[in-house]
């Protein structure tokens, strides 16, 4: 899949997500059922590395069994009779979904350093999560702890949507820069987990010095971003 990276977006993920637009599920003679979607647009576009269209909190995402999703502008009512069903197509809520429990592997992807050309060719600090296969026993419920670095005990997690997480791997702020390890999680389907890491750090100095040392291609203020994937086998 493409991946287009907006990196100045990342930074407005720290606020709660909002769903911003309609998922209809339909099958080819049964109708859709509406729901919202349990993330923003710009999470969209995270998960997926895809630009989403002008407009799309206006459009109606529709998923048929076998097809690719599309976005409609059309009236959900004429989407519902599209395909079988009959009368208004209500919007509810999502349902939680449970990922499966058992063997699932971790796909790393290559990091975006556009932001940070100075890593490139450098190991990356990714809070811990690498490419690997493990059993994961799930207990029902997604929660990406279980999927995460285990031996990092100051991960702190927040809910940013019904089957998405946004995790803080790591929070150096000192006098004089800091740096940071974000990670966000979402459950796409009970056997396929989408992701990214994001890795930022900074340097307060001179604009001056800051701007000699950029020219030497050592920007003081550095983004690198690694998605990934978790599949189970």
């Not at 799309?56 to 599209?82: F, L």
């Not at 499966?100 to 811990?128: V, Y």
């Not at 940071?180 to 999680?185: E, K, L």
Request: hydrophobic letters at 40%; proline letters at 6%; aromatic letters at 8%.
């Amino acid at each position: 899949m493409r991946i287009i990276f907006g990196l100045v977006v990342l930074f407005f993920l720290a606020l709660p997500a909002r769903a911003e637009f309609v998922i209809a599920k339909c099958s080819m003679a049964g109708g859709c059922q509406c729901r919202l979607a349990d993330l923003t647009i710009a999470d969209m576009e995270m998960i997926t590395g895809e630009k989403m269209p002008a407009g799309a909190k206006d459009m109606t995402m529709v998923t048929v069994p076998g097809r690719d999703p599309y976005r409609t502008r059309a009236d959900r009512t004429e989407i519902n009779v599209a395909y079988g069903g009959m009368g208004q197509c209500d919007v509810q809520l999502f349902d939680a979904m449970a990922p499966e429990d058992g063997n699932w592997t971790i796909q790393m992807a290559a990091s975006d350093l556009s932001a940070c050309p100075m890593l490139k060719g450098k190991p990356m600090n990714t809070g811990g999560i690498t490419s690997a296969t493990r059993n994961i026993q799930w207990g029902g419920s997604f929660h990406p702890s279980k999927l995460a670095d285990a031996g990092n005990a100051s991960q702190r997690w927040s809910k940013v949507g019904e089957n998405s997480w946004r995790g803080t791997m790591v929070d150096d702020q000192r006098a004089g820069g800091g740096a940071s390890v974000v990670q966000g999680y979402t459950l796409v389907t009970p056997r396929l987990i989408r992701g990214y890491s994001l890795f930022t750090f900074n340097i307060d100095m001179p604009p001056e010095q800051a701007a000699m040392m950029a020219s030497m291609g050592m920007p003081m203020n550095c983004r690198s971003y690694t998605p990934f994937t978790a599949r189970k086998n």
